[in-house]
Structure formats: C-alpha cells, structure tokens
C-alpha cells in the first residue's frame, strides 16, 4: 500500500485543494441534467451560519461605504493576516485588502457583491457569489474558496471569477 505524505500544516488550504473544490463545483454544475450556477433572479432565503454572516460582513465592505465603515467591516469579517488571491495579483492584510476594494469602487462606483450560495466544512467555505451594478443589475459572477481561523473570520479567500479567459476546456 503506498501512503500519502502527510503535512505537518492543519487547518491551511492549499491551492491544490482550492483549484480542486472549485473543478468540481464547475464541473457537477455543467454535466447534463444538472443544474446551472444560481440564477440571479432566484429569491435568496436568509442563511444562518456564522461563516456566511461572515462573509457577507466582508461583501458589504466593496460596496459604496465610506473608508472608515469599510474598515469596520473588514475588521470584523478578516483577520489581520488575510490573504486574497486573485487572477492579477495577492493581497496581505487589512489595509492591502481595503487599498483594493477602494479601487474596485473607483472603477465600479455603486457596485457590490451578493451572495448566492455557500457550501462548508470546517472551518472552510466556497461561494459562489454575483456583481450587482449601481443600477441593481447583475453582472459577472465568481466563487471564493475561503478558510475561516479560530475566531471565525476569514484567513484566506482565493477569488475566481467567472471570465472566458478562465475557463478551461
């Protein structure tokens, strides 16, 4: 019997496992008789798990709020060591993540995030979430892979958004 090597790290999500997660969220979802990513005119019930009060702390934070509530919201849903991934680049900590959302609002102004639907385990999370435009009209859409630390907040968010160029065929 072969045995697999074993890492010393608990509790941390690897990109292996990340990019895995969301293969197999984007694969079960485009396999025939399935059905398709949450649609934007489906009525959202209200969710009660702390990691999605969470994360939806972290959402209202890119929307149009002023810097200080940003920083509420961020302190609130993020720990101090956060890492966000994106396709373009990494982001560590509060203030790099605030730096970020301040300039999705430049480029996006009124611009916010939903939450369409979340899958857990541990203290780990996928979400998969949707752009709403100044005008209320959705946009592109996405998921975050996130892992939540001890005290419920987010550790790390691999963002992937669902763009052509990051489709694999």
């Not at 509790?11 to 292996?16: C, D």
């Not at 385990?121 to 005008?135: F, K, P, R, S, Y």
């Not at 975050?144 to 763009?163: C, K, N, P, T, W």
């Amino acid at each position: 019997m072969c045995k697999q090597p074993t890492s010393q790290r608990t509790g941390v999500l690897t990109r292996r496992a990340a990019v895995a997660a969301v293969s197999l969220l984007v694969v079960g979802w485009e396999m025939p008789g399935r059905a398709a990513p949450p649609s934007s005119t489906k009525k959202l019930e209200p969710m009660s798990d702390p990691r999605i009060k969470t994360y939806e702390t972290y959402l209202a934070a890119w929307s149009a709020v002023p810097d200080n509530e940003r920083a509420k919201l961020l302190r609130e849903s993020l720990s101090e060591d956060i890492v966000f991934t994106n396709s373009t680049q990494t982001r560590r900590g509060l203030a790099d993540v605030a730096v970020h959302l301040q300039a999705f609002q430049q480029r996006s102004p009124g611009g916010s995030f939903r939450l369409n639907e979340m899958l857990g385990w541990e203290n780990h999370g996928i979400a998969t979430w949707q752009l709403v435009d100044a005008q209320g009209q959705p946009g592109f859409w996405g998921y975050d892979v996130l892992a939540y630390d001890g005290q419920g907040r987010i550790e790390s968010i691999l963002m992937f958004v669902h763009v052509e160029k990051q489709i694999l065929k």
